[in-house]
């Protein structure tokens, strides 16, 4: 990925939660975080344009979020904080090929890229189940299949296993350590971004520490009374 904030500020009604940030991402695989309110998710958000930066600019593999919108969404795919909301048609099937809609492919191509995408998780049966009949783990794994079914070049997801039990916790890290896509993950969950290439801690709207993921998750434990 290929992804530059060149002082990027973000004020909310007066309020600066990200203040003049220059951060160049350019790793297969990182890692945000934080405490709750610490700006990760405007961050992630400055990614695909769905915030816009009060001032400042940030390009995705060269194209600007603003002037270029529609490009820059294009590189990148979000997976949303729940996962419930991102599914929105009733049947998972219908929901994927939703998304290759502007391809303009024949019925049997969608059917191939659904089936293929469904298989690469291993949920194929749950291809004619209805969103909401779905567990958490589940759930997690079809918004993934729907949103690469798009194949984006990056992948951004805000706390993918919040709320999964252990067992689907597990499931879904050991699916997210081996995507082949490039990811930003936002997440509490320190076992899943501790095998990441580089972790960025933000802090108050800033980057409190960046780098190798031991040292900056030993930073975060210890800034906040936390022992290892
Ligand atoms: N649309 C908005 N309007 C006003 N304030 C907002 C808006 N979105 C976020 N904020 C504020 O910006 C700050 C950063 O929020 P953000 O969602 O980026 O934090 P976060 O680190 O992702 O938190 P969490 O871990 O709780 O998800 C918070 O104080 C939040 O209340």
New binding site residues.
Partial sequence: MDIHFDKVE?R??G?T?IHPLDLTLSERRIGII????????????MINGL?KPSSGRVTVNGFDTLAQEDEARGQSGFIF?NPQNQIILPLLREDIALGLKSRKLSKTDVTAAVDAVLDRFGIRHLGDRRAHELSGGELQLAALASVLVTQPKILVM??PTNQLDIKNRNLVEETIRTLPEDVIV?S?DLNLVEGMERVLL?RG?RIAADGEPARVIGEYRAMHGVPA
């Fill in positions: 973000v909310f009604e309020r939660v934080g405490l709750n309110g610490s700006g990760k998710t405007t961050i992630a958000r915030v904080q805000d706390e936002i509490h933000v709207g």
